[in-house]
């Protein structure tokens, strides 16, 4: 099967079997089997030849695609649940008493928290107090992403009733220092419960209230692995996100 891509390519450029040969260190032969008969050279042939014809190896010889290899569980992973109603209200609590440094939530509304502990605020002015950055980022009521994915989960306008009980839950933290708290009209995929180098993810399912959703418990391993994937996320959205005023 010829490459039709690399005769292409030669073509437009103006190269030879034996221009490119010459540039890539090989035999004209050699050449003319990549382009008539669709031959792969080796790694290191194919990436000097793409690199003197300003092409990307892949696009030439997708055959040098190499897959990553999966890993069976990833070493962030400390555990998965099948979905939130299984996690006890206490996990979330002492993860955020662990917190030292940071203590970041970003959610739609998540009343089940204040619902099940009552000592949130508390808890958290402690936190700050002790000189942790607290961030809370909460949907806005009013936004169309919101809406809609009130309607994805068949409440009606539930979401946005329990987003407005959220904030109010939250409001007597506004002024608190080292506490801040935001509304956001993203589109949520996630929801995420930071404290320090561990967090809980919970999925979104389309359908699907988040309680019925999965959770994945991390605890960062290094840098640029799934942990610090969902780190920019959060910090993407804060970034947009609306300071809640006093008052």
Not at 193 to 218: C, E, F, K, S, T
């Amino acid at each position: 099967m010829q490459n039709e891509r690399l005769r292409a390519v030669m073509t437009s450029g103006g190269w030879t079997h034996s221009t490119l040969a010459n540039a890539a260190g090989v035999d004209p032969k050699s050449v003319e089997r990549w382009v008539n008969l669709g031959r792969t050279p080796r790694r290191a042939t194919a990436l000097k030849a793409a690199e003197t014809l300003g092409e990307d190896v892949h696009a030439l010889w997708p055959a040098l695609r190499q897959a990553r290899a999966a890993r069976a569980v990833s070493p962030e992973l400390v555990a998965l649940y099948d979905q939130r109603a299984d996690l006890p209200v206490s996990l979330f609590v002492d993860l955020f008493t662990q917190a030292r440094e940071r203590i970041d939530v970003l959610v739609y509304a998540a009343v089940f928290l204040h619902e099940a502990y009552p000592r949130l605020n508390d808890l958290l002015r402690e936190r700050a107090a002790e000189g942790c950055t607290v961030r809370i980022a909460l949907g806005d009521a009013d936004s169309e992403n919101v809406k809609q994915r009130g309607a994805e989960e068949r409440f009606g306008h539930g979401i946005e009733s329990r987003c407005r009980l959220a904030l109010m839950h939250y409001r007597p933290l506004l002024g608190v220092p080292g506490i801040e708290v935001r509304t956001h009209g993203t589109t949520l995929y996630n929801s995420i419960y930071r404290a320090d180098d561990q967090m809980l993810i919970n999925a979104h399912v389309w359908g699907v209230n988040a309680y019925g959703a999965p959770v994945w418990h991390l605890r960062r391993n290094g840098s640029g692995g799934m942990f610090d994937t969902y780190a920019e996320s959060f910090n993407a959205v804060w970034d947009a996100a609306v300071p809640v005023q006093e008052g």
